[in-house]
């Protein structure tokens, strides 16, 4: 069973930044693409970035492009989100989850992110 575990989250001013880590509990050779997901407050879970363990390509969602960076650590089965010039809109619950494409089989407990305007 693959164990994903968030951290980095807490509250930042608007305009500032924050790093988000997840670390596998093992590699997760079953599954191809790591992806950041959130769910704001009486929203749905919306897709956040995506990256592959093998190529590291990226796919980010519009809302984030040129503010957020994801990336990965194959040797420490890490994958790390970079949050730049943050807004209150990007407070969210956020949720690292492992898959194979667009599909995500395995997730983290997730965590909170508070921008302050």
């Known amino acids: 069973q ?6 980095g989250g ?6 500032g930044s924050l790093r ?18 959130r769910r704001a ?19 980010y969602a519009d809302s984030v492009k040129g503010r957020f960076t994801i990336s990965r650590d194959n ?7 970079q949050m730049n010039s943050l807004k209150p809109e990007d407070t969210a619950v956020y949720y690292c989850a492992a898959g194979i494409g667009t599909s995500y089989m395995h997730w983290g407990q997730g965590t909170q992110v508070t921008v302050s305007s």
Not at 2 to 7: D, G, H, K
């Open 75 to 81: 040797a420490k089965n890490t994958v790390n989100l």
């Open 20 to 37: 988000l880590s997840c670390a596998a509990s093992r590699r997760t050779f079953s599954t191809s693409t790591m992806g950041w997901f």
């Open 2 to 7: 693959v164990q994903l575990v968030e951290s």
């Open 10 to 15: 807490g509250l930042v001013q608007a305009g």
């Open 41 to 59: 407050p009486g929203k749905e879970r919306e897709f956040v970035a995506s990256i592959r363990w093998s190529g590291g390509s990226t796919a």
